[in-house]
């Protein structure tokens, strides 16, 4: 597996994310909360750069004019269609088989790695 420093950790602030080039593929890198997450910058559906989304959360049963959230600031929504996935997993919410390749990420002495198999 090719390890690729990527940036540092204050490079990517919490909620934050960087889309970065390794060998050949579009990576983004997101901090939620200070552990990073890296997704392939291709949706399983029809190829958008699905890092460009939009990050929020899924709203749960609330009152009427009320959108409580949870698993915010987890969930990313592509471009496109608006289909939806976790950063956390790569997992769509609505069928767990489809999902976003998802990479290993580590720190190592305040640098963020990916590793690409």
């Known amino acids: ?9 204050s490079d990517i602030p919490p909620g934050g994310r960087k889309i970065v ?11 939620l909360d200070g552990t990073f997450y890296a997704l392939k910058n291709v949706c399983p559906h029809q190829g958008a750069r699905v890092c ?5 959360g899924t709203t749960l049963p609330s009152p009427v004019h009320e959108f409580q959230y949870g698993l915010n600031g987890r969930i990313l929504r592509c471009p496109w269609h608006g289909w939806e996935y976790d950063i956390t997993n790569g997992r769509s919410i609505f069928d767990p088989e ?9 720190v190592e002495d305040d640098q963020i790695v990916v590793s690409i198999p």
């Open 52 to 56: 460009l989304g939009k990050v929020s």
């Open 98 to 106: 489809v999902r976003v390749v998802t990479y290993p990420v580590s």
């Open 1 to 9: 597996m090719a390890r690729h420093i990527i940036a540092r950790t």
């Open 21 to 31: 080039k390794i060998e050949g593929r579009e990576v983004g890198v997101f901090n």
